[in-house]
T-cell receptor, first 108, second 115 residues
Framework: DAKTTQPPSMDCAEGRAANLPCNHS???????VYWYRQIHSQGPQYIIH???NNETNEMASLIITEDRKSSTLILPHATLRDTAVYYC?????????FGKGTRLSVIA | EAQVTQNPRYLITVTGKKLTVTCSQN?????MSWYRQDPGLGLRQIYY???????DKGDVPEGYKVSRKEKRNFPLILESPSPNQTSLYFC??????????????FGPGTRLTVT
């Protein structure tokens, strides 16, 4: 079973920041937080991952709370092409377990 | 360009006719994996391989076979396909070190219909 809880859907206005929350209250010390997204029926795409520090790359930022029980993926300026299902996964390097994710709809 | 390729992308076949879906990656990744995706059930892992000649069952291995004779290739074999194997299939690969895998790269998917 997935070890994360995400809202099933969210809307975001184009050009605004999209903040996608994820709860992982049972995360263990050696587990990373990974984010992937899947646009329509394409293959999932890796976005970002982190252990305890906040991380940023060209796609997004990842904010992890100090107790590591939750995190937020931030897409700073959402575009229509960011409409997708976003998966938050906690993983210690063993095979990924995908939950149902959050369906983000970016609205013009 | 670094990528995972799958062939065919679309396949319609009949019950019982053996088929193979190929997967190849050009990133020298040790780890490769197969998933299937069905409406309402999400992505589920079928088989994975931590390196050449090493394969393990995932969550839904029944009715599938795999082999890993070369690092770059990880074919998925359906010896006797049945309609309940109609699904969207994804191959993925990642680096692996000391039993740990890293971010995975996915292929474009193969949509299989078994009638």
């Amino acid at each position: 079973d997935a070890k994360t809880t995400q809202p099933p859907s969210m809307d975001c206005a184009e050009g605004r920041a999209a903040n996608l929350p994820c709860n992982h209250s049972t995360i263990s010390g050696n587990e990373y937080v990974y984010w992937y997204r899947q646009i329509h029926s394409q293959g999932p795409q890796y976005i970002i991952h982190g252990l305890k520090n906040n991380e940023t790359n060209e796609m997004a930022s990842l904010i992890i709370t100090e107790d590591r029980k939750s995190s937020t993926l931030i897409l700073p300026h959402a575009t229509l092409r960011d409409t997708a299902v976003y998966y938050c996964i906690v993983n210690d390097g063993t095979p990924l377990v995908f939950g149902k994710g959050t369906r983000l709809s970016v609205i013009a | 360009e670094a990528q995972v390729t799958q062939n065919p992308r679309y396949l319609i076949t009949v019950t019982g006719k053996k088929l193979t879906v190929t997967c190849s990656q050009n990133m020298n990744h040790e780890y490769m994996s197969w998933y299937r995706q069905d409406p309402g059930l999400g992505l589920r892992q079928i088989y994975y391989s931590m390196n050449v000649e090493v394969t393990d069952k995932g969550d839904v291995p029944e009715g599938y076979k795999v082999s890993r004779k070369e690092k770059r290739n990880f074919p998925l074999i359906l010896e006797s396909p049945s309609p309940n194997q109609t699904s969207l299939y994804f191959c993925a690969s990642s680096l692996s070190s000391r039993g740990r895998t890293y971010e995975q790269y996915f292929g474009p998917g193969t949509r299989l219909t078994v009638t």
